[in-house]
């Protein structure tokens, strides 16, 4: 039996992969800090169901704890390593920088550090769309430039992207950075557009729609980034030969077993159209409060995911209608409205 190491594992997407990485046969050992960045009992309730396997270990700390990864690594020796701790969100980090240095930069290096010194088969960092920040052009590729992040959390994670590729550079790591496109669904973060939207039009409440509706966004269903996720860990990447060319549209290191991988589910949906699918799902009308456009934030994001096909043979396919229907009944469910 091979064993994963999950940061982030009582996470949103934590939850959803670790669950689907226990399916499959795997040990999990989940490290998670379980902070109060939003309700606490939500992440405890998904650390109770992953409990009930025998297989899943949680580990409550933080990854940017001194010497707690390398002291994992040396116990454990986890065969892959899946990288989803961090400190997430656009806005936050307009008030709170200090928290996605010492998150996302700091636990970035504790973990890089671990690997050096106990090296797995794969290791799997997530990033994000953000990283791609001011790019104009649409689908966003990953062999595209990005150089101009917008907020100082895509900024951080585009720093952990070059940290990762000088470490799989001088030690040889195999890693892929995945960037994700808006996921969304149920047990998602109370602070998401999603769960803020559903939360005010079950309780009557206006809604704050930024840039006045005229926003676009590569909604990913949960499952569906697991799916490639999951599908990737087989996708090793390998130093290419010396003079070997890397061929068209793989976003290989030329000097590193690093890539980077979108996974989105390549549609840009009018947030509109978003509104729409979630007052289908609640048989109730918005009221919308139109406002500018925040700071930090980009007015369209949009995967080309054709990077993922070539690498797993697997695209993203569940509809915004779908995925928002069953995030709804989530919801309901778990808060009996």
Same mark, same amino acid.
């Given at each position: 039996?091979?064993?994963?190491?999950?940061?982030?594992?009582?996470?949103?997407? %934590?939850?959803?992969?670790?669950?689907?990485?226990?399916?499959?046969?795997?040990?999990?050992?989940?490290?998670?800090?379980?902070?109060?960045?939003?309700?606490? /009992?939500?992440?405890?309730?998904?650390?109770?169901?992953?409990?009930?396997?025998?297989?899943?270990?949680?580990?409550?700390?933080?990854? *940017? #704890?001194?010497?707690?990864?390398?002291?994992?690594?040396?116990?454990?020796?986890?065969?892959?390593?899946?990288?989803?701790?961090?400190?997430?969100?656009? /806005?936050?980090?307009?008030?709170?920088?200090?928290? $996605?240095?010492?998150?996302?930069?700091?636990?970035?290096?504790?973990?890089?550090?671990?690997?050096?010194?106990?090296?797995?088969?794969?290791?799997?960092?997530?990033?994000?769309?953000?990283?791609?920040?001011?790019?104009?052009?649409?689908?966003?590729?990953?062999?595209?430039?990005?150089?101009?992040?917008?907020?100082?959390?895509?900024?951080?994670?585009?720093?952990? *992207?070059?940290?990762?590729?000088?470490?799989?550079?001088? $030690?040889?790591?195999?890693?892929?950075?995945?960037?994700?496109?808006?996921?969304?669904?149920?047990?998602?973060?109370?602070?998401?557009?999603?769960?803020?939207?559903?939360?005010?039009?079950?309780?009557?409440?206006?809604?704050?729609?930024?840039?006045?509706?005229?926003?676009?966004?590569?909604?990913?269903?949960?499952?569906?980034?697991?799916?490639?996720?999951?599908?990737? !860990?087989? #996708?090793?990447?390998?130093?290419?030969?010396?003079?070997?060319?890397?061929?068209? %549209?793989?976003?290989?290191?030329?000097?590193?077993?690093?890539?980077?991988?979108?996974?989105?589910?390549?549609?840009?949906?009018?947030?509109?159209?978003?509104? *729409?699918?979630?007052?289908?799902?609640?048989?109730?009308?918005? *009221? /919308?409060?139109? !406002?500018? !456009?925040?700071? %930090?934030?980009?007015?369209?994001?949009?995967?080309?995911?054709?990077?993922?096909?070539?690498?797993?043979?697997?695209?993203?396919?569940?509809?915004?209608?779908?995925?928002?229907?069953?995030?709804?009944?989530?919801?309901?469910?778990?808060?009996?409205?």
């Amino acid at each position: 039996m091979k064993t994963v190491l999950v940061t982030g594992s009582a996470g949103f997407i %934590g939850y959803f992969l670790c669950t689907r990485l226990l399916k499959d046969g795997f040990r999990v050992i989940g490290l998670d800090a379980m902070t109060d960045y939003y309700d606490v /009992r939500l992440k405890e309730r998904r650390q109770q169901m992953l409990l009930q396997n025998e297989h899943f270990t949680p580990v409550n700390d933080r990854v *940017e #704890a001194p010497d707690l990864l390398m002291s994992l690594f040396r116990s454990e020796k986890p065969d892959f390593v899946i990288h989803l701790a961090a400190q997430a969100g656009v /806005r936050y980090s307009i008030e709170a920088p200090r928290s $996605y240095l010492e998150s996302n930069l700091c636990g970035t290096f504790e973990l890089l550090e671990a690997a050096r010194a106990f090296p797995p088969e794969h290791m799997l960092l997530a990033s994000t769309s953000s990283a791609y920040g001011a790019n104009t052009a649409l689908p966003y590729k990953e062999t595209d430039k990005a150089d101009h992040q917008m907020s100082f959390y895509a900024a951080t994670k585009k720093a952990t *992207e070059t940290m990762a590729h000088s470490y799989a550079h001088l $030690y040889d790591l195999p890693v892929t950075m995945f960037r994700f496109f808006t996921v969304y669904g149920p047990w998602g973060r109370p602070d998401m557009a999603l769960f803020k939207f559903t939360k005010a039009i079950l309780e009557g409440r206006p809604i704050d729609v930024y840039n006045y509706g005229d926003m676009k966004r590569d909604f990913t269903y949960v499952e569906d980034l697991v799916e490639g996720i999951r599908l990737l !860990m087989d #996708a090793v990447p390998l130093r290419p030969a010396e003079g070997e060319e890397v061929p068209d %549209g793989d976003s290989l290191s030329p000097v590193a077993p690093w890539r980077i991988v979108n996974i989105g589910n390549s549609t840009c949906v009018r947030l509109t159209d978003f509104i *729409e699918a979630i007052e289908t799902a609640t048989g109730r009308t918005a *009221e /919308r409060n139109l !406002m500018p !456009m925040q700071p %930090g934030d980009v007015p369209a994001t949009w995967a080309d995911a054709d990077l993922l096909h070539s690498l797993t043979g697997y695209r993203p396919k569940t509809t915004v209608q779908e995925g928002v229907a069953r995030f709804v009944k989530w919801y309901r469910e778990y808060h009996q409205v």
